[in-house]
Nanobody, 124 residues
Framework: QVRLVESGGGSVQAGGSLRLSCVAS???????????TAWFRQAPGNEREGVAS???????NVADSVKGRFTISRDNAKNMLYLQMNSLKPEDTAMYCC???????????????WGQGTQVTVSS
């Protein structure tokens, strides 16, 4: 059973930056290197939205709504996934969750493993 734990959320003013982290554990004999990973977000009253995804080879997919402002990265040696968020806007306010799977769901929310989430609040 893969366990994911996010950190790094908080409150920031518009134009500010935050860096989210997600640590993975419990992946058993399958190396973390073999998992596809992604960040999703969900604001109250909205559907969950895929933000960015990345595989170990470095290939990424980024939602148009955050392209040019958010950067996804991972450190396989440390089982870590990151989301660098710059030029934050009030509409970026949401609960941000990391996800992992052996299947490449890209930005579709069908991943098997999910973290509990970390709240990001951007004020104008």
């Amino acid at each position: 059973q893969v366990r994911l734990v996010e950190s790094g959320g908080g409150s920031v003013q518009a134009g500010g930056s935050l860096r989210l982290s997600c640590v993975a554990s419990g992946y058993g004999y399958i190396n973390y290197f073999m998992y596809y990973t992604a960040w999703f977000r969900q604001a109250p009253g909205n559907e969950r939205e895929g933000v960015a995804s990345i595989y170990s080879g470095g290939s990424t997919n980024v939602a148009d709504s955050v392209k040019g402002r958010f950067t996804i990265s991972r450190d396989n040696a440390k089982n870590m996934l990151y989301l660098q968020m710059n030029s934050l806007k009030p509409e970026d306010t949401a609960m941000y969750c990391c996800a992992a799977d052996r299947i490449n769901w890209l930005l579709i929310d069908s991943y098997s493993y999910w973290g509990q989430g970390t709240q990001v609040t951007v004020s104008s």
